[in-house]
């Protein structure tokens, strides 16, 4: 999210996370569009995750005191002695950018006791917001040890299929979906008439 406007939006809309991009090289590089303090400041009952791309420790830590975040997403090659580091302050998301024929726990076991939540997406050059699908049903049969946020190239389409992934045994940790640039008119701004529809294809699904 980089618009003020449409952060209440997306609350309005039901959404429980807004992120905002901490990497230079994004186009939606937040601070290009807001300051720590609108950040800090912003009236929403909605947690606040800021993703960060390899980013220095001490830097994480202190954009993330500075916007008041929730939660520290690391979507880089982050270690997991880095992302202890980061966990002692702040709850961890952890990334892993996936190919298609990599051992899923392999990469992400050593990764279960220093961080909080995983997130699957897409393995691209771009690090994250590709629109590059992530084939999740290599995640069906998996006993992952950690809640996880499933991620890269959902458009608003695939409310159905996700909510088929829900009755599988692998999605009782599943505990988020994470959009991004299938619901935008341009990178960072947020078409929020479409997560509006997105977001009730899902809850029809929850009743
Ligand atoms: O969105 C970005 O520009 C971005 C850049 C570098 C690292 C992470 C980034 N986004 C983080 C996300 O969690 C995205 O939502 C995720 O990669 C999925 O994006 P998309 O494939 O566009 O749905």
């Given at each position: 999210m980089t618009q003020l406007e449409q952060i209440y939006g997306v609350e309005k809309a039901g959404a429980d996370y807004v992120g905002f991009i901490f990497y230079r090289a994004s186009p939606r590089y937040v601070l290009n569009h807001l300051s720590t303090f609108d950040i800090r400041d912003l009236n929403v009952d909605i947690q606040r995750i800021g993703v960060f791309v390899n980013e220095d420790e001490n830097e994480v830590l202190r954009i993330a005191d500075e916007c008041d975040l929730d939660m520290v997403q690391l979507?880089?090659?982050?270690?997991p002695s880095y992302c202890a580091n980061i966990s002692n302050h702040y709850p961890v998301v952890k990334t892993f950018r996936m190919?298609?024929?990599?051992?899923i726990l392999w990469k992400v076991n050593k990764y279960a006791n220093v961080s909080d939540y995983f997130l699957f997406d897409t393995k691209t050059v771009q690090f994250g917001g590709s629109g590059e699908k992530f084939d999740w049903s290599t995640l069906v049969d998996i006993d992952i040890p950690n809640p996880y946020f499933l991620s890269g190239g959902?458009?608003?389409?695939d409310a159905e299929a996700i909510n088929s992934f829900a009755e599988e045994i692998v999605s009782k940790k599943l505990i988020a979906v994470d959009i991004n640039s299938?619901?935008?008119?341009?990178?960072?701004?947020?078409?929020v008439r479409q997560v509006e529809r997105f977001i009730v294809d899902l809850k029809s699904y929850k009743k």
């Open positions: 979507h880089g090659d982050e270690t190919l298609k024929d990599d051992n959902i458009g608003v389409d299938k619901f935008e008119l341009s990178p960072g701004n947020k078409d």
